[in-house]
T-cell receptor, first 115, second 112 residues
Framework: AQSVTQPDIHITVSEGASLELRCNYSYGATPYLFWYVQSPGQGLQLLLKYFSGDTLVQGIKGFEAEFKRSQSSFNLRKPSVHWSDAAEYFCAVGGNSGGYQKVTFGTGTKLQVIP | DAGVTQSPTHLIKTRGQHVTLRCSPISGHKSVSWYQQVLGQGPQFIFQ???????GRGNFPDRFSARQFPNYSSELNVNALLLGDSALYLCASSPSSGPGYTFGSGTRLTVV
């Protein structure tokens, strides 16, 4: 079965500081990996995805993530956080589960940005 | 090109009623998946449909059902609504039988 762990429920960073959100996944084969952002009351916006190839993935809004197979991790990073980045971030793994395809989400990390 | 579109955006229903939510996938996409996101949690998989057939079902009661139409749009139906069904319902589409990862903006269902 596929699963995702986001160990940090809540993170606070200062505006302009760097950010790293942790994500560990469990999946038997090479997974599809995703990071989404969700503002309060809104839907999910895809930040970036990894299917194969280069393990360092660039996304929108200046985010990047690195796939590390040996650590089963897909951490999200941003060098300088802006106040508008305050939101909830979900890591997700996609693939075959019991003969069908689905995306499994982590529990999310809520990011607070302080001036 | 339009993305995944869902309707309605908001809905208020009374316990015991039924509800129908609609999803139109990205043009050319043949797979639609439904997810439920309860406040404070990550989305949970409900159904996947591909080429009008149910391919997978998550751990949801039989009150939840869905179907996919020849134009690949989809409906999610929930009968005998409970307060706990209050959630954001998200639809995702995919061009193939693979996991849909492009989501619509969702339908927020409130059961009172």
């Amino acid at each position: 079965a596929q699963s995702v762990t986001q160990p940090d429920i809540h993170i606070t960073v200062s505006e302009g500081a760097s950010l790293e959100l942790r994500c560990n996944y469990s999946y038997g084969a090479t997974p599809y990996l995703f990071w989404y952002v969700q503002s309060p009351g809104q839907g999910l916006q895809l930040l970036l995805k990894y299917f194969s190839g280069d393990t360092l993935v660039q996304g929108i809004k200046g985010f990047e993530a690195e796939f590390k197979r040996s650590q089963s991790s897909f951490n999200l990073r941003k060098p300088s956080v802006h106040w508008s980045d305050a939101a909830e971030y979900f890591c997700a793994v996609g693939g075959n589960s019991g003969g069908y395809q689905k995306v499994t989400f982590g529990t999310g990390t809520k990011l607070q940005v302080i001036p | 090109d339009a993305g995944v579109t869902q309707s309605p955006t908001h809905l208020i229903k009374t316990r015991g009623q039924h509800v129908t939510l609609r999803c139109s996938p990205i043009s050319g996409h043949k797979s639609v998946s439904w997810y439920q996101q309860v406040l404070g949690q990550g989305p949970q998989f409900i159904f996947q449909y591909y080429e009008k057939e149910e391919r997978g079902r998550g751990n949801f009661p039989d009150r939840f059902s869905a179907r996919q139409f020849p134009n690949y749009s989809s409906e999610l139906n929930v009968n005998a609504l409970l307060l706990g069904d209050s959630a954001l319902y998200l639809c995702a589409s995919s061009p193939s039988s693979g996991p849909g990862y492009t989501f619509g903006s969702g339908t927020r269902l409130t059961v009172v």
